[in-house]
């Protein structure tokens, strides 16, 4: 079956910076990544996903990048608001299962 | 839309007692799943259903039961709890029918403790 590894599981920084997670799979058959935010106490939220035939998605603030050669993608943030911070988890999808990541603790710092 | 809803919010049992989780979605959608969630594990898949009367397991099936009579329900049955079962369980639903290259739409949780 598919395995999805995140990293890191913690990140912390400053208000402004920039923060970057991100994701190795296992399954060359995967063709979807999205990436989900969950915030304390509630339920993960979709933030932006991306299929296997596009390298690059941005949207305002946040992109994803994949690199299906190396079979592993990357969220980045930029200019990071405290109201950024939550729980981020990635995964791959080979079409009827979604395979979700440990998760990454990201802290902004005002 | 009240969208994806669960219950109960919290739940304690005690070892070998059985309970049911709800989970309903008004957003007719046809793809339906069940996630448990432990710390540093991520979202692991229980159950899932791609329609009414149609199952299949997850990832981490044992020790759990679903069933779909409708589109809008998809209870999870815990048969004799253990205390393994602790953890946060999360019903999901998307519109993509058999696929899950969709937004999947979580509810709010259920926290479960068994003692």
């Known amino acids: 079956g598919e395995n999805v590894e995140q990293h890191p599981s913690t990140l912390s920084v400053q208000e402004g910076d920039s923060a970057v997670i991100k994701c190795t799979y296992s399954?060359?058959?995967?063709?979807?990544f999205p990436w989900y935010k969950q915030e304390l106490g509630k339920g993960p939220q979709l933030i932006i996903d991306?299929?296997?035939?596009?390298g690059e998605k941005k949207d305002q603030r946040i992109a994803v990048t994949l690199n299906k050669t190396a079979k592993h993608f990357s969220l980045h943030i930029t200019e990071t608001q405290p109201e950024d911070s939550a729980v981020y988890f990635c995964a791959a999808d080979r079409g009827n299962m979604l395979t979700f990541g440990g998760g990454t603790r990201l802290m902004v710092k005002p | 839309n009240a969208g994806v809803t669960q219950t109960p919010k919290f739940q304690v049992l005690k070892t070998g007692q059985s309970m049911t989780l709800q989970c309903a979605q008004d957003?007719?959608?046809?793809?339906m799943s069940w996630y448990r969630q432990d710390p540093g594990m991520g979202l692991r898949l229980i159950h899932y259903s791609v329609g009414a009367g149609i199952t299949d397991q997850g990832e981490v099936p044992n020790g759990y039961n679903v069933s779909r009579s409708t589109t809008e329900d998809f209870p999870l049955r815990l048969l004799s709890a253990a205390p393994s079962q602790t953890s946060v369980y999360f019903c999901?639903?998307?519109?993509?029918?058999?696929?899950?290259?969709?937004?999947?739409?979580f509810g709010p949780g259920t926290r479960l403790t068994v003692t």
């Open positions: 957003m007719n959608h046809e793809y």
């Open positions: 991306i299929r296997s035939n596009v």
């Open positions: 999901a639903s998307s519109y993509g029918g058999a696929r899950t290259d969709y937004e999947q739409y």
């Open positions: 399954d060359s058959a995967s063709n979807y």
